[in-house]
């Protein structure tokens, strides 16, 4: 899932730095190859997340509150976490 997180949030008391955003994982198979014990080369699947979505007329909410240093707007960096 993605994370939001304040890069220039003070931290203090009652106010976050980061809030998780609850989306709809987006799976896809990959087929890989590779040696088995017996020596044999075969091909197997794993499922993988590639992404994060919305289905149209979806949106995330949550809240947050970010407290930054007089005069700053809030700096946010999106990144994906398991």
């Avoid at 995330?60 to 407290?67: G, H, L, Q, S, Y």
């Amino acid at each position: 899932m993605p994370e939001l997180d304040c890069i220039n949030a003070t931290g203090a008391k009652l106010t976050s730095k980061k809030l998780e955003l609850k989306m709809k994982p987006h799976n896809v198979n990959v087929t890989y190859w590779a040696y088995t014990k017996d020596g044999k080369y075969q091909s197997s699947v794993i499922p993988i997340v590639a992404g994060c979505y919305l289905d149209k007329g979806d949106s995330v909410n949550d809240t947050a509150i970010f407290i930054v240093p007089e005069g700053q707007t809030p700096k946010v960096n999106v990144r994906k976490i398991k």
